[in-house]
């Protein structure tokens, strides 16, 4: 099984929607994070996470929210969807802070808003 | 700030040949690490390689190594006898020790091993 999971895998959407877009893992790291990538970019950072109760902005947060429900759980909330939102998202994880904590990434959830 | 230079969007090479795929850096911290990522059309990001910013030796992962030039604050991945698995997008990212979390993306080379 994978360590991390994302779900849904993919999405289709529409203009005004609320989504929330979903991440496990089993790797027991308290850190968790979320990134989206546009075709021709990077990934960009939108949230992170040190545990359940520390929730930072990364550097695209606005129009998005999470919630860090578990050590194993942080999903992305769209509260109202638009179409440069369309987008591959990532979730992440990592064992702790520092220069050398390396970043393992879910699968990936592609989302389109019409 | 932090930023990440590559500066080849895209490059072909004949399989079993050597490819360097460049990164540059900016930050003003001391301590950071340097990683590559590969990304296949499947879309998922598979981590390579990892350089920190004190390591004296170059950082090697089987037939992927990382040429780190700390004066030139360059970082590239050195693939050796490439194979037609490795067509993919390949990222250079960098974390920091302090600041904000997270990794710094290049915006990415598009390798394609040709037979």
């Known amino acids: 099984d994978a360590d991390v999971t994302q779900t849904p895998r993919n999405r289709i959407t529409k203009t005004g929607k609320r989504i929330m877009l979903e991440c496990s893992q089993t790797k027991g790291h308290d850190r968790m994070y979320w990134y989206r990538q546009d075709p021709g970019l990077g990934l960009r950072l939108i949230y992170y996470?040190?545990?359940?109760?520390?929730?930072n902005k990364g550097e695209i947060s606005d129009g998005y929210s999470v919630s860090r429900q578990a050590q194993a759980k942080f999903s992305l909330s769209l509260e109202s969807a638009i179409p440069n939102q369309t987008a591959l998202y990532f979730c992440?994880?990592?064992?702790?802070?520092?220069?050398?904590?390396?970043?393992?990434f879910g699968p990936g959830t592609r989302l389109l808003v019409l | 700030a932090q930023k990440i230079t590559q500066t080849q969007p895209g490059m072909f090479v004949q399989e079993k040949e050597a490819v360097t795929l460049d990164c540059t850096y900016d930050?003003?911290?001391?301590?950071?690490?340097l990683f590559w990522y590969k990304q296949p059309s499947s879309g998922e990001m598979i981590f390579l390689i990892y350089?920190?910013?004190?390591?004296?030796q170059n950082a090697t992962e089987g037939r992927y190594s990382l040429n780190f030039q700390k004066a030139r604050k360059s970082a590239n991945l050195v693939i050796s006898a490439s194979q037609l698995g490795d067509s993919a997008m390949y990222f250079c990212?960098?974390?920091?020790?302090?600041?904000?979390?997270?990794?710094?993306f290049g915006k990415g080379t598009h390798l394609i091993i040709q037979p």
């Open positions: 992440a994880t990592s064992e702790g802070q520092g220069a050398e904590e390396t970043q393992y």
């Open positions: 990212a960098m974390r920091t020790g302090g600041g904000a979390d997270g990794l710094t």
């Open positions: 350089q920190g910013s004190y390591d004296e």
């Open positions: 930050t003003s911290d001391q301590s950071y690490g």
């Open positions: 996470s040190f545990d359940v109760k520390d929730i």
